[in-house]
């Protein structure tokens, strides 16, 4: 089964083709980072109006890439959600359009399903049953991983996700959007001993995260640290490394727990804070001590792609399943 895989939820535009036999085929993204920048933070109806510039040519690139015509591909995916609903429906709108007209089933994926399966695209995929923690910009949560389409939701974050907590902290260090790897950067530079900042919720059971009191605790520090109200560059450095420190330990702390509980021996990290470095470093460390294995997509299949897309619609169409004519988006949407 040959799949093409749209996403839109955000600020990138992803395009990708994948083959049930022959793997990924092709695979392009546009992002539209430098353009939000100037903004501080996604503008959403700039997003949907870039979507519609940039979708197409996507789509005539992946195909001359993946030396596929139209008909020869068995479905479209795309992502229906959760994200920005102007953003959603541009990819869903075309996908279903584009479908319709090719005549064959199309069907929409959730966004968290697709960073969830990112990894199975690598060489050495994990196996079910599998804990997966997904942590993005807009979510953070410990799954219990079964099948496709059998997620327990294990834990998750009460307030800020880890990687919108790692944006805040990079707009009150003076960096610019997108900041979380821009956060890490400036950690590796610093010292990690200097500050010692919150794990927050570890000294009491359960899997659930709170990632806000950080930000205050980064905020507090850096106002303490403030000469003429600037930060000099070994004082946002420090700052840097303890804020990623504190979140890189909380994480693997309850990704512990979870194997614990779980009994599980795979670990799955996916989502755009899944590409930091220093994460992979203290949990491969972890999981070498449970005698587990840990699983992570390639750097740009861990943040937004239409790869993970391709690739989630086309276990879900394998399994019998397809989205009616109806273009429906649902901004929020658990997993
Ligand atoms: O998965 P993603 O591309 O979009 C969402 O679905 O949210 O994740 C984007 C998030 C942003 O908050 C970004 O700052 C963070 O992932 N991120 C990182 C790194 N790369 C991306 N955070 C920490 N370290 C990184 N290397
Ligand atoms: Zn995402």
Redesign the pocket.
Known sequence: MRVLGIET??D?TGVAIYDSEAGLLGDALYSQVAMHAEYGGVVPELASRDHVRKLLPLVKEVLAQADTRPEELDAVAYTAGPGLIGALMVGASTGRAMALGWGIPAIGVH?MEG?LLAPMLEPQPPAFPFVALLV????TQLVQVDAIGEYTLLGESLDD?A??A??KAAKMLGLDY????Q??RLAELGDRKRFRFPRPMTDRPGLDFSFSGLKTFTLNTSNDLRVDAELCDKDRRDIAAAFEEAVVETLAIKCRRALQQTGFKQLVIA???S???RLRDRLEVMVKKERAQLFYARPQF???NGAMIAYAGCQRLLAGQQSDLSIQCVPRWPL
Do not use: K, M, R
């Not at 993005?136 to 979510?139: K, T």
């Not at 997108?178 to 790897?181: D, E, L, S």
């Open positions: 939820s955000c990138e966004h960073h993005s910009g807009g979510h996700a990687g919108e790692f944006d997108p900041g979380g790897p956060v890490a989502g755009g804070v590409a930091n470095q861990c943040t937004d």
